[in-house]
């Protein structure tokens, strides 16, 4: 496994900038955001100059591009926000073999108009799965063009929400394309040390054929997230999980400051060994 952090928790719009603070604080890959290029998270069009950049600042730096950003709400009420979405993701995987990535990460959404992140109660709706379906169709149509996969992360507010859908959205489109990012404090907010093992075992397992990316991310007993190693999620088992099945991906943390970054960065090391 490589130790990698989301680019977008250094500040800086140029990715010789993010990149050399990444390697810095103990980091061999990114999760990298357009944003580290001065664009918005979801750019219009990416230029091949700007492409470049991040190639030459992953050679200068030795920081791998694990994967790049193209997350948008794929489930919006909104069509038109849907499609600007997709136009945006279809951007950066134009791109992505140039930046040195075949990854993108997306998000499968929810209904709630407002936050992406936030729970809707229409969620597990079989239409709020069927617009999720024909929006990932779609995102195979732009994968299979450019060459590229599609990772997505199951989150308790979104519609893929357990690693029970996202096998199940493994299953229902048959595509090679589609890949999952797994987050161990996605997987059960509040629960027994011995339950949530048994949970994130499980989806290691159920999903084992598919993980091509592992998040690092904590809970506090309360449900809340923390920072990796200051909450209750036990990483050495998510990790020996991982390893038993032959995952060797990048293991990216979020969700915490760039102060924080090199202490977290020895945290997972110890965890990894």
Known sequence: MKLGIFAKTFPGTTPLAVLQAAASAGYAS???????????????????????????????TGVEIAAISATYNMTHPDLARRR????????????????????????????????????????????????????????????????????????LANIVSSAERARKLIDSLGSDRIRIVLDPANLAEVAHSDDRRRVIANAVNL??????????????????????????????????????????????????????AAGVATFLKAAMA
């Open 30 to 60: 990114v999760q990298y955001n357009m944003a580290c290029s001065g664009l918005g998270a979801l750019p219009v069009a990416v230029t091949a100059e700007v492409a470049q950049a991040v190639r030459e600042a992953s050679a200068a």
């Open 84 to 155: 600007a979405g997709r136009d945006s993701l279809a951007a950066i995987a134009g791109r992505a073999h140039a930046m040195g990535s075949n990854l993108l990460t997306v998000c499968s959404g929810s209904l709630d108009a407002q936050d992406q992140w936030r729970h809707h109660p229409d969620n597990d709706t079989p239409a709020a799965w069927a617009r999720m379906l024909d929006e990932f169709r779609a995102l195979i149509e732009i994968a299979d063009q450019y060459d590229i996969q599609i990772g997505v992360e199951p989150e």
């Open 207 to 260: 999903l084992a054929d598919r993980i091509v990316m592992a998040h690092a991310k904590d809970r506090h007993a309360d449900g809340s997230f923390a920072t990796a190693g200051q909450g209750v999620i036990d990483f050495p088992h998510f990790l020996g999980a991982l390893a038993a099945v032959g995952f060797g991906g990048s293991l990216v943390t979020h969700g915490l400051a760039d102060h924080e």
